[in-house]
């Protein structure tokens, strides 16, 4: 691969749009309409995969879409 195309495939990666992989806790509860707490409670019973980055907590988005669907799938009776 020359420098050119090595630039024009940089270029390409970015401008698409990153998806987080961990978000905060504001954003998991927009994502879920759950509570601070309750997204604590679950990620402490280990429910929920979480990082701690520093002094903050990031959830892994798709361990809560997870843990959303199953917990919808539930509640139907499915």
């Known amino acids: 691969m020359n420098d050119q195309e090595h630039l024009e495939k940089e ?5 698409e749009p990153i998806q987080p ?4 806790y504001p954003e998991a509860e927009r ?10 409670r ?8 979480a990082a701690r980055v520093g002094r903050s ?5 798709p361990t809560l879409r997870e ?3 199953t917990a919808s799938k539930e509640a139907v009776g499915q």
């Open 21 to 24: 992989e961990y978000i905060s």
């Open 42 to 49: 679950y990620v402490t019973s280990g429910e929920l995969k």
């Open 11 to 15: 270029e390409t990666l970015l401008k």
């Open 67 to 69: 843990f959303m669907e």
């Open 57 to 61: 907590v990031r959830i892994h988005l």
């Open 31 to 40: 994502y879920s309409g759950l509570s601070h707490t309750t997204l604590w």
